[in-house]
């Protein structure tokens, strides 16, 4: 019997490396399909009523070319509006839909590890740490935080297009993408130019042009029309560093470690296990996933130091919010899922031992951080949901201007915007 051709056996192999990535993308839907229920208390909160307010007084389309606080997002508002109309005001559609960008994430970051020829154990731990922790709850459960979502979804696809051989067209698009998306993803331009000039080539200089310029164009938009810290930085760099040093060294083992000290030893002991990681996974890796990796320890350290300029003002505490740790994880956790793939190829014993070894763990890290959603969501959807619903759906508001999280919106304009737009 003729032995199977090379070409079979290697499309029988993509097709079920597929389904794996496929399988363990649906998987990082189990914290949101466990508490369905607590996810459906949450109702339209802060920002969400501002957007939908100006979208109203400006029309769609004046307003989706319009700055929004320290960002410039029409990609976003697009997707963001649109869903507003499409799923007739319905607050559960939109979390739902955040969720399914974020499992999508989740298959991107699992195609990019293995696009680096990263073992299962690898990319299995990368998924289990970004796509499952508590610590995303505020991006996974406020709909205006589909910004820093989407933002990354352009980040992986510019990535993944990036390390391909030759370099995919598509991934300038995705960069600009990501620019539009989010305030901090003009940060994806300037990495992937920085990596465009270190590989060198014929034309490197106009790739790295093509890559930088739409991210210069949307800063200089931000920096001119929108506010924010940024346009009054006089005497608070130092805020700004300080700040910053606290994103970076905290973030985001701070939250996924469920750490309980503060103060400048923590993030001291945070700051030099996380360099340490950084400096380990950069020395013994090599060729395109050597480049991964810098360019998303760049991507964290650019992360921190935009943190440190828009939101110095917000106090320290603040460095490790939720709302952070998105971003953060998604340049940690291909660095922790490489650490842990090597130190389960170190261990020595019987083959039973070795092989069972990544699998029990990464079951138990996984089904560790799966249950704590649940104490995590009661308090935030009692806020951002009960109460919510309770002061909004009140015959008399507590107080003309106390609608929740956003108070300079007057109570009646918040109750005609929701019978105007079927808000529930």
């Known amino acids: 019997?003729?032995?199977?051709?090379?070409?079979?056996?290697?499309?029988?192999?993509?097709?079920?490396?597929?389904?794996?990535?496929?399988?363990?993308?649906?998987?990082?839907?189990?914290?949101?399909?466990?508490?369905?229920?607590?996810?459906?208390?949450?109702?339209?909160?802060?920002?969400?009523?501002?957007?939908?307010?100006?979208?109203?007084?400006?029309?769609?389309?004046?307003?989706?070319?319009?700055?929004?606080?320290e960002n410039f997002v029409p990609v976003f508002k697009v997707l963001w509006g649109g869903g507003v109309l499409l799923f007739g005001g319905s607050y559960a559609a939109m979390i739902g839909a955040v969720w399914l960008l974020h499992a999508f994430n989740v298959w991107l970051l699992g195609r990019l590890m293995r696009a680096c020829n990263l073992p299962w154990a690898a990319v299995f731990f990368a998924q289990a740490a970004f796509g499952l922790t508590s610590g995303n709850i505020e991006t996974l459960a406020w709909s205006v935080q589909g910004s820093a979502v989407l933002s990354v979804t352009f980040l992986l696809l510019a990535l993944l297009g990036f390390i391909s051989a030759p370099v995919r067209p598509a991934s300038y698009a995705w960069s600009a993408a990501s620019a539009l998306s989010f305030s901090r993803g003009v940060l994806t331009g300037p990495v992937l130019a920085c990596a465009s000039l270190y590989e060198g080539g014929d034309r490197h200089l106009a790739r790295a042009a093509a890559f930088l310029a739409p991210s210069v164009i949307v800063a200089l938009l931000i920096l001119s029309l929108a506010t924010g810290n940024q346009q009054h930085m006089g005497g608070h760099w130092e805020d700004a560093a300080v700040f910053a040093t606290w994103c970076y060294c905290l973030n985001p083992l701070y939250l996924l470690l469920r750490f309980e000290s503060w103060g400048w030893r923590t993030v001291v002991i945070l700051g030099l296990l996380k360099m340490t990681l950084v400096a380990w996974s950069l020395a013994r890796s090599g060729g395109r996933l050597?480049?991964?990796?810098?360019?998303?320890?760049?991507?964290?350290?650019?992360?921190?130091?935009?943190?440190?300029?828009?939101?110095?003002?917000?106090?320290?505490?603040s460095t490790v919010s939720s709302r952070y740790q998105y971003a953060a994880l998604i340049c940690l956790a291909p660095l922790g899922g490489y650490w842990f793939s090597r130190l389960c190829g170190w261990v020595r014993g019987p083959a039973l031992v070795r092989h069972a070894l990544a699998p029990v763990l990464l079951i138990a890290f996984a089904a560790t951080l799966c249950r704590q959603w649940s104490e995590a969501l009661e308090p935030f959807t009692a806020q951002r949901g009960t109460e919510s619903r309770r002061i909004l759906f009140a015959e008399v508001a507590p107080a003309a201007d106390s609608v929740p999280g956003i108070p300079g919106l007057p109570m009646d304009r918040a109750k005609a915007l929701i019978t105007q737009y079927r808000l529930h």
């Open 290 to 317: 050597r480049l991964l990796l810098a360019m998303l320890v760049a991507l964290d350290l650019g992360n921190a130091v935009l943190l440190g300029i828009g939101r110095y003002h917000t106090g320290l505490a």
């Open 1 to 69: 019997m003729s032995a199977e051709p090379e070409s079979l056996r290697d499309r029988r192999a993509a097709s079920r490396e597929a389904w794996v990535l496929l399988a363990s993308a649906c998987l990082a839907l189990v914290p949101y399909l466990a508490h369905l229920g607590m996810f459906n208390r949450l109702f339209w909160f802060a920002d969400e009523f501002d957007l939908v307010d100006q979208m109203d007084r400006l029309g769609f389309w004046r307003w989706v070319w319009l700055v929004f606080a």
